[in-house]
T-cell receptor
Framework: EAGVTQFPSHSVIEKGQTVTLRCDPI?????LYWYRRVMGKEIKFLLH????????ESGMPNNRFLAERTGGTYSTLKVQPAELEDSGVYFC?????????????FGSGTRLTVV | GENVEQHPSTLSVQEGDSAVIKCTYS??????FPWYKQELGKRPQLIID?????GEKKDQRIAVTLNKTAKHFSLHITETQPEDSAVYFC???????????FGKGTMLLVSP
């Protein structure tokens, strides 16, 4: 089966610009997660979708971040306007069942650099 | 919320040596502890996990131990090989719909 796909793999933007990251989960996986790793730090949870609904968005840092999952398939994460501290690697993961912490499959991530 | 501490941040060993990475967690309700390996430029991949009803689990050269009383768990890699070089992340979760809380990662370098 195809894995979790993320694109772009890299993005370099200027402070104040907008960037949209996309994640295509494994087909049939209702649970989709966004995580972020800032350089040298832990991978931190951003939010969790179950189908098209936001199950938990407690990790979203502020209102410059907007995540959507229309139709319960792929998801987008928009950062607008981007700030320097938003730089990092954004990971998406998906899982099949409600035991969301079991059997995560991660994508390769999008490396975002804000200059 | 849960807090996971991971040590060391970097670990250099010679091929054939053993490597040990340690993690502690804060929330006694956590009951699932996976370990992920991330090679350069690739996705984090689950290599082994342990649940709170067991104290140790082994898979070939990799083993994980869990001490629920002390709230710590460790990854042990024996007979290390250069291809073991990667960043390793520990994580903790309460299962169900809860998410994973990760440690900061350990960069393991195995020299031939």
């Amino acid at each position: 089966e195809a894995g979790v796909t993320q694109f772009p793999s890299h993005s370099v933007i200027e402070k104040g610009q907008t960037v949209t990251l996309r994640c295509d989960p494994i087909s049939g996986h209702d649970n989709l997660y966004w995580y972020r790793r800032v350089m040298g730090k832990e991978i931190k949870f951003l939010l969790h979708f179950v189908k098209e609904s936001k199950q938990d968005e407690s990790g979203m840092p502020n209102n410059r971040f907007l995540a959507e999952r229309t139709g319960g398939t792929y998801s987008t994460l928009k950062v607008q306007p981007a700030e320097l501290e938003d730089s990092g690697v954004y990971f998406c993961a998906s899982s099949q069942d409600g035991l969301a912490a079991y059997g995560y499959t991660f994508g390769s991530g999008t490396r975002l650099t804000v200059v | 919320g849960e807090n996971v501490e991971q040590h060391p941040s970097t670990l250099s060993v010679q091929e054939g040596d053993s490597a040990v990475i340690k993690c502690t967690y804060s929330d006694s309700a956590s009951n699932y502890f996976p370990w992920y390996k991330q090679e350069l430029g690739k996705r984090p991949q689950l290599i082994i996990d342990i649940r709170s009803n067991v104290g140790e689990k082994k898979d070939q050269r990799i083993a994980v131990t869990l001490n629920k009383t002390a709230k710590h768990f460790s990854l042990h890699i024996t007979e290390t090989q250069p291809e073991d070089s990667a960043v390793y992340f520990c994580a903790a979760s309460m299962g169900g719909y809860s998410t994973l809380t990760f440690g900061k990662g350990t960069m393991l370098l195995v020299s031939p």
